[in-house]
């Protein structure tokens, strides 16, 4: 991540709005792009909300691991809630503005959704530890007590995470000509319109945002490298398919929301463009919770079977 330094200019002004670029400015793609997104809206809150429903209605589902998919499922709802309403208007307006205190709300409900999700993928990958390498010590490991704990302490470091990346940008200095080029108030491209040191900030977010990357990166990879050798010493061929499969979804979510949220925190400046990290930003803010669902349920036998009791109207 670049420092930048700079000395706040003589016409600099306390700026009350902002004007996203959005995705594109290019007018014959604001249609067809409007479409597509408005699609994967729907089905995003559809998926989301089904899959929160079938839990919340199904008894058989109320076991750690749905309780994770719950609030996972919740928090990708709301995360994508935050700013696709705002980037479909974008879409069919000619000047697209947000005002100060708008942009900052929809930045810090961004990063609190963004990193509560972290916390619960490695939540997951933990259940996932306890359930193949300890299964005798399962129900004591993952007890209500100790999922609520979990739980709790992935909205604690999203609190923490959201307050620290947001108060680093509250403290910043912005100029009159104040266009983001994005299609969401993020951190990057506001620091670039300041007009005030930005060091300590970029410091700051760089610091927060690898330990909120990096930290449960490593514990999933720990958590799966012990899963991986416990797999290995399985003697049937079912029961190392099964177990996989158990975890096949949950890399497949961690992969794609880590490696696109890397991609633009983690690398420097000089790599790529803000075009490319827009586009990169579409994966873990668009594709992944619209993804979410599907990967934890098509091919989950306990979800389908609780999808076809609801649908008879019998649940349990």
Do not use: W
């Amino acid at each position: 991540m670049k420092m930048v330094s700079r000395m706040p200019p003589e016409n600099a002004s306390f700026v009350t709005e902002f004007i996203l670029m959005g995705l594109t400015d290019l007018p014959d793609l604001q249609l067809p792009l409007f479409c597509l997104f408005l699609l994967m809206y729907v089905v995003t809150v559809l998926g989301n909300l089904g899959l929160v429903t079938l839990i919340l209605l199904n008894s058989h589902l109320h076991t750690p691991m749905y309780f994770f998919l719950f609030n996972l499922s919740f928090i990708d709802l709301c995360y994508s809630s935050v700013f696709t309403p705002k980037m479909l208007t974008n879409f069919t307006s000619k000047k697209n503005i947000i005002s100060y205190r708008g942009c900052m709300t929809q930045l810090y409900f961004f990063c609190f959704f963004a990193i509560s999700e972290c916390y619960v993928l490695t939540s997951m990958a933990y259940d996932r530890y306890v359930a193949i390498c300890n299964p005798l010590l399962y129900n004591v490991a993952m007890s209500p007590k100790v999922c609520s704990i979990l739980m709790l302490g992935s909205y604690l470091m999203a609190f923490l995470g959201a307050m620290a990346n947001t108060g680093c940008v509250l403290r910043l200095t912005f100029c009159d000509a104040a266009i983001i080029n994005h299609y969401l108030c993020d951190m990057l491209p506001l620091f670039q319109l300041s007009c005030t040191s930005t060091y300590i900030s970029e410091l700051v977010v760089f610091i927060v945002v690898g330990i909120d990357i990096i930290v449960p990166s490593v514990i999933i990879f720990v958590s799966y490298g012990f899963i991986l050798s416990s797999i290995l010493r399985i003697s049937s061929t079912e029961g190392r398919s099964k177990a996989f499969s158990t975890c096949s979804s949950h890399i497949f979510a961690v992969s794609l929301y880590f490696g696109s949220g890397s991609f633009v925190y983690l690398k420097p400046s000089s790599v790529g463009s803000m075009g490319e990290g827009k586009i990169s930003s579409v994966f873990y803010t668009n594709v992944v919770p619209l993804m979410n669902p599907f990967i934890y349920s098509l091919r989950n036998k306990d979800v389908k079977l609780a999808l076809r009791k609801t649908r008879s109207g019998r649940t349990f």
